[in-house]
């Protein structure tokens, strides 16, 4: 990638706004929080707003805590006043939910840093590598290339979280060689992945284990084994007190069955329902979660229906799942 007109648009400008997706990982925030700081080192002025609420896992990586959650009345002002906004791990507009509305407005270029398919027209500048395993591993070969800063701890501990979770701990397909010097790269500059892990994974609550227990409870399989799917109401979050964001990765226990190809959880929100695809190989899950509004990677994608009952969803995403399913 030719990271040089991203360069001078860094250097020729002095405000930025930076946003990610609803319900961030720590791809997301760590992508973020690394660029913040990188910016900030040029001397810039940088606003980081977000649709969501940073989820308390991952507070660790805003160490300023400088991260905004997006209030129209105070943000819409900002936004449209920069110079430049950043998309990070974001291509398209609805991944922002509400905010989606004020970056249309802006007139300032928004560059999009992504490693998503099907970029909406959204962005001016795109820097997206569908093969990079994650937004983090993106901004290292753009640090690295540029030279634009000295990478700190700070940096290398918000890169290190990004890759890490988005390859599931080093394993997901798009984990490649480069991925490793990244992750290699970054150790050297004196951070702990023992402790990275332990603050993303294992400083939760029981709430979210008792909602797993829920989920793991409504699974079924169908088409003859082939396709696995789960169900969350809002009733398990009330009954378990678990939130939102404890389902992230719940998903995945679907794929942990023999013969399993598509995973599928449907999760019912107070405003409608967000569903969750999962696919092996070279089942293009993307292309379903698209058929239902929603988009993302080859074989992890997603989508919210606004107004939509999961009853109503449910059958008709099982219907539509089955062409992507291979001969028996
Ligand atoms: P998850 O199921 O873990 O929430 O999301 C898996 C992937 O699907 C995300 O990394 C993201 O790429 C994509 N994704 C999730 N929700 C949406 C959505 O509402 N719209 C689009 N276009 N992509 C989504
Ligand atoms: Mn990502």
Redesign the pocket.
Known sequence: MDFKPLREIIDGNQNFVLTT???P?ADAIGSETALYIVLKKLGKTVHLINFSKTPDNLLFLDVDDVIEQYIPEKHDEIILNTDVIFML?L??A??VVKMGEILKKSECPIVCIDH?Q?PDDLPTFLFTDEEACATSEILYRFFEETSIVEIDTDIANSLYAGIMT?TGSFRYERTSPYTHYVASKLLEYNIDPNEIYISIFEKGNVNRLNLLGLALASLKLVYNGRLCYMTIRQSDLDKTGANESDV??F?NYCMTIAGVKIGL?FFELKDGL?????SRGDIPI?KL??EF?????FN?????LFDKELNSVLPEVLDAAEKYLPEE
Do not use: E, I, P, Y
């Open positions: 997706h609803v319900n990982d791990d291509n398209q609805t991944r998503h099907d988005d992230d990765g998903v959880l967000k569903v969750s695809f999962r993307n979660a698209g509004n929603g988009g993302g990677h992890a994608s997603g989508s919210r």
